[in-house]
Every structure is written in structure tokens, then in C-alpha cells.
């Protein structure tokens, strides 16, 4: 069964520190693509990145940083040097290669707090 | 720049009310899709749209009615509101092409709370 699993119920950080946010994922699928998402108190969802089960090369953008490994079924996401506005709750969800609708299946979610 | 709309961001209902719930997209999107939000428990998807009169189930219907008589809105229905379905209300849209490639597109939420 599909399943998308973020430990982390919480986390609070001070500004300029580096926060991992973890994401683990179960599929039967070979093929399927990985998102996170970001949701800031105005609570619209924000695409942040996707990845395909077959692109394991790690990604950077800016401060962000994505390490995906299939030999541990992880989606970890990185953010260096934290600032107040990072503050937000964070998404990490699922889709199946089988499915053509686009159905995502999310995990719980981290609620990360950057404090000045 | 696309856009997907809710029609409230806060509503506030009483219990046994029929309540509506908007979401309209301008992106010509054929899927759409209802999520309610809750503490601990991420998203969960109520029911989707795949086409013009065309639905399916989520992973939590009861309770819970669709409608899609225009492609470009989806409207979740509370048939008799209960103070179990106070929560926050999410709609989205992607493409059909490309699959499961797609990033789903979210509205702001809307914030419902049952009396």
C-alpha cells in the first residue's frame, strides 16, 4: 500500500540554523514521482519540487536542498541558514506512476517554527 | 498567473445545515480534487473529478457530496453538517496529461467551523 510517513510533527529552530525535514515513502509502484510542498500561514499549498523515481541526483535551489535515496524509500529536505520566513508547515507527498489522475497521497506534515 | 479560487476563507455553520463549498480554476484543468486538512493527519482527499460530471471517491466520502457541471468548478457538498467535519478545506487542479508528473495547483483553504 501507498503510504507517506513525516516523522517530525514539529520542529523549532533559530534563525541561520540548518533544519532537515524528513520524508519516508512506501510504494509498490516502479515508477511514481516524489513532491514537497509548503504551506505559510495564509494557507495556500506551494509547490516546491518534484522528483521521479529514476532521477536520484540531489537538487539545490538556493538555500533548499532535496536528497532523495530509493535504497531507504527517503525524500529529505534541507533548508540552510533558516530565516522567519521558512516558518511555515511542510508537505512531502506521493504520486503513483499507475495513476493518470494525478492523485497525491501527503503525509502528515512538519510544522517547522524559525525564530529570530 | 493561474489561479485556483475558494469561495469563503472562514465559514462558520451550524450543525444539520447544507453547506456549499466553491472552487473554481482558470487553468482548464480536467482533474480537481477536495482535501480537508486536519492536525496530525496531513491531507486526505475527499473526492476528486477527472471530467465534467465525472467523480470518484477519496480515501474519506461520507458524509461529504460533489458536483462538477463546468470544467472550471468543483463544488463540495455537506448534505447535514456535523461538528466532525469542522475543518480546513483545500481544492486543487493539475492537468490529465503527463499524469502523475503533474503538480497539483491549491486554493487558499476555507476554514469551516460547525456549531
Known amino acids: 500500500a501507498q503510504k507517506v510517513t513525516q516523522a517530525q510533527t514539529e520542529i523549532s529552530v533559530v534563525e541561520k540554523e540548518d533544519v532537515t525535514l524528513d520524508c519516508v515513502y512506501e510504494t509498490r509502484d516502479t515508477t511514481y514521482y516524489l513532491f514537497w510542498y509548503k504551506q505559510p500561514p495564509s494557507g495556500e499549498l506551494v509547490f516546491l519540487i518534484r522528483r521521479n523515481s529514476f532521477d536520484e541526483q540531489n537538487e539545490i535551489s538556493g538555500r533548499y536542498s532535496w536528497n532523495f535515496q530509493k535504497s531507504t524509500s527517503s525524500f529529505n529536505f534541507t533548508i540552510t541558514a533558516s530565516q522567519v520566513v521558512d516558518s511555515a508547515v511542510y508537505f512531502c507527498a506521493l504520486s503513483e506512476g499507475s495513476s493518470n489522475t494525478g492523485k497525491l497521497i501527503f503525509g502528515q506534515g512538519t510544522t517547522l517554527q524559525v525564530k529570530p | 498567473d493561474v489561479k485556483v479560487t475558494q469561495s469563503s476563507r472562514y465559514l462558520v455553520k451550524r450543525t444539520g445545515e447544507k453547506v456549499f463549498l466553491e472552487c473554481v480554476q482558470d487553468m482548464d484543468h480536467e482533474n480537481m480534487f477536495w482535501y480537508r486538512q486536519d492536525p496530525g493527519l496531513g491531507l486526505r482527499l475527499i473526492y476528486f473529478?477527472?471530467?465534467?460530471?465525472?467523480?470518484e471517491k477519496g480515501d474519506i466520502p461520507e458524509g461529504y457530496s460533489v458536483s462538477r457541471e463546468k470544467k472550471e468548478r468543483f463544488s463540495l457538498i455537506l448534505e447535514s453538517a456535523s461538528t466532525n467535519q469542522t475543518s480546513m478545506y483545500l481544492c486543487?487542479?493539475?492537468?490529465?496529461?503527463?499524469?502523475?508528473?503533474?503538480?497539483?495547483?491549491f486554493g487558499p483553504g476555507t476554514r469551516l467551523t460547525v456549531l
Open positions: 486543487a487542479s493539475t492537468r490529465t496529461s503527463g499524469g502523475s508528473y503533474n503538480e497539483q495547483f
Open positions: 473529478s477527472y471530467d465534467v460530471k465525472m467523480k
